[in-house]
């Protein structure tokens, strides 16, 4: 299994700014950035969480090169994992309906139903991307014969 750690820099509190205003920011931060980065890190280890097939330090740890579908999704967890400790000046059931789409997103990605073009993980170093890592299992429902 691949180790990955995140050394910042995917996302910056200036960039939220495109998905709450700046004034909310300060407000409900009381402009200590120190909470909103703790908002983004926990956005993006829950983002990354659903990209085990994918090679997430290219990913996340390369800032310059930035999927912005991905980026997008970043964004809405950030911002409603930051909401959560004061809604003001947002409005919260559109955070969560954003919220929910972007782990919607996530789901499907992990499930292989939506292709993003992100780099692929490859782990063994054959110059062929691996499959998941993850494992789903589960078996026929029990059957009764009666002659």
Known sequence: M???NYTGGFLSPQEVETHLYKEAIDTISREDDT???AAIDAA??????YLGAYDRAKIFNQPKQRNELLLTFVKDIAVWHFVNLCNAGAELELKEK??????AWLRQVQKGEVTP???RAD???DGKPDGSTEYIYGSNPK???HF
């Open 143 to 145: 059957r009764n014969q």
């Open 123 to 125: 782990n063994d170093n």
């Open 98 to 103: 954003r919220y929910d789409r972007a782990v």
């Open 117 to 119: 073009s992100l780099p």
């Open 2 to 4: 691949e180790q990955w």
């Open 35 to 37: 909470i909103l980065l």
């Open 44 to 49: 993006v280890q829950e983002a990354a969480g």
